[in-house]
């Protein structure tokens, strides 16, 4: 038997009502919210969600312990889950399900009253930001300080009209216009003082970014946006005792890079090029296509290889990569992105060979199961009584935000730095590569 080192944290019970509020009611946050939907009412098994369906191993092997993680640590059930968000587009979690086209009329038929009833609050929407959208269901405020203050209202009143104990916020919004930071995100006063005198910097991402950590309401940021990747936004946290994460969900085309260079790297097999671009037609893609933004998600894809493959200390094996990704709007593929990879690698001898991978994607059916587990992960890591960035959850980003900003990309480390974060937390031992399981 393995002798426990580790005093187990002090986490509050995950009682009551748990709020999750998606800025973006669209592909991605109507999906999630349908799966949700038809696994309480009908028993769909939640595919993808490791909280849900993924085991975590105990002590040593022979002990066999191996319980799922949801029966392992105190996560709010599917049953304590209350949905609700901001969209300037939708009316409705069906309306945009509807729109979106992801999931068929034969699943949406059963939980069609329930979507109905997720009704989208009013907006913080800038054209600016993502110009090929028209937002028509936006707020009336037109101050960014007044915005702020009405998201902090939007929060409170959903909570107390939902009966919410608890709440969380996942960014399923749109990517906005590539933006560096810049002085107002450097402090948190100057972020206010930003909000007060509507800084052309501060986008509305941002904005939702400090309500919900003013409001105390651990944030997610699906995107690639600047948001809680910033001095003052990490300020807050640790100030309003928050946890936060980011950025950017890890899907299709990036999902597959993680998978795959890590074995590259294990094999000590030489990289040259990986060329990757990407067919989508959905509200994504078609804000996408414009540079501005697609320059905001190449910065977040380009980042993944040089991490996992350390081209410092692999020079002659990945120090001479071409690293190209391209994204086109295809209309008529809809929500199932198509990723292509021709990727260049040479062994030994050097001699040259190639991988093809053609990934036919779902793009918000591969992103729902991830606001889930953000959702449970976040709420269950405030009731730990942690604040700031959760490192623990790169798992589901492609850009992760760390501490040090030396983020770790290889999905297999990241898995165990999860698993490894709850058995601590729960007075286990943690697991070390060569026992992984």
């Known amino acids: 038997m393995s002798k426990n080192t580790t005093k187990a944290k002090t986490i509050a019970p995950a009682s009551g009502k748990l709020g999750i509020l998606t800025p973006g009611i669209g592909a991605v946050a109507s999906t999630f919210i349908a799966g949700v939907l038809a696994a309480r009412s009908q028993g769909a098994a939640p595919i993808g969600s490791v909280s849900q369906m993924a085991h975590v191993r105990l002590g040593s092997k022979e002990e066999n312990r191996n319980p799922k993680i949801n029966e392992f640590v105190p996560l709010a059930t599917l049953d304590d889950l ?9 009316a409705n979690a069906l309306d945009a399900a509807r729109t979106a086209g992801v999931l068929e009329d034969k699943d949406l038929a059963p939980i069609s009253s329930e979507l109905e009833g997720v009704v989208a609050m009013d907006a913080v929407f800038d054209n600016k930001w993502v110009t090929r959208l028209e937002g028509t ?11 702020a203050e009405a998201l902090i209202a939007d929060i409170a009143s959903f909570g107390e009209e939902n ?20 002085d107002v995100h450097m402090t948190l006063a100057a972020f206010e ?32 946006n ?21 950025k950017d969900f890890k899907t ?11 074995g590259l790297k294990a094999r000590m097999l030489g990289l040259r090029g990986w060329f990757s671009t990407n067919i989508l037609g959905n509200r994504d893609g078609e804000v996408l296509d414009a540079p501005e933004n697609f320059k905001t998600k190449e910065s977040s894809k380009l980042g993944v290889i040089d991490t996992i493959l350390q081209p410092e200390t692999y020079p002659d094996l990945y120090g001479n990569i071409d690293h190209v990704v391209r994204i086109n709007y295809y209309p008529p593929r809809g929500d199932n992105k198509e990723g292509w990879d021709a990727i260049d690698i040479f062994g030994w001898m050097g001699y040259p060979m190639q991988m093809k ?73 943690p697991v070390t590569h060569s026992e992984a399981g």
Not at 209 to 216: D, F, L, V
Not at 226 to 245: F, G, H, K, T
Not at 252 to 262: E, F
Not at 372 to 395: K, N, P, V, Y
């Open 226 to 246: 600047l948001s809680v990747d910033l001095p003052c936004m990490q300020e807050l946290a640790d100030a309003r005792n928050v946890p936060i994460a980011g």
């Open 163 to 182: 009966g919410c104990d608890r709440m969380v916020m996942v960014w399923c919004g749109s990517t906005e216009a590539y933006q560096e930071a810049s």
């Open 82 to 90: 209350v949905f609700g968000g901001w969209d300037p587009v939708s």
């Open 357 to 429: 991978i053609d990934f036919l994607c779902r793009d918000s059916i591969l992103a729902a199961p991830i606001v889930l587990d953000l959702a449970l992960f976040l709420d269950l890591a405030a009731r730990a009584g942690e604040s700031g960035i959760q490192e623990w959850l790169s798992f589901y980003f492609k850009a992760p935000q760390e501490a040090n900003n030396n983020p770790e990309h290889d999905i297999f480390i990241q898995q165990t730095k999860l698993k490894n974060t709850l058995r601590e937390w729960m007075g286990e031992q």
């Open 137 to 147: 269901r936006v707020k009336k405020e037109t101050s960014k300080w007044a915005q």
């Open 252 to 262: 299709g085309q990036t999902l597959m890079k993680t998978l795959i260079a890590p």
């Open 193 to 224: 003082e930003g909000l007060k005198n509507d800084d052309d910097n501060i986008s509305p991402s941002q904005i939702y970014a400090y309500a919900s950590i003013q409001a105390g309401v651990p944030f997610a940021n699906g995107a690639p």
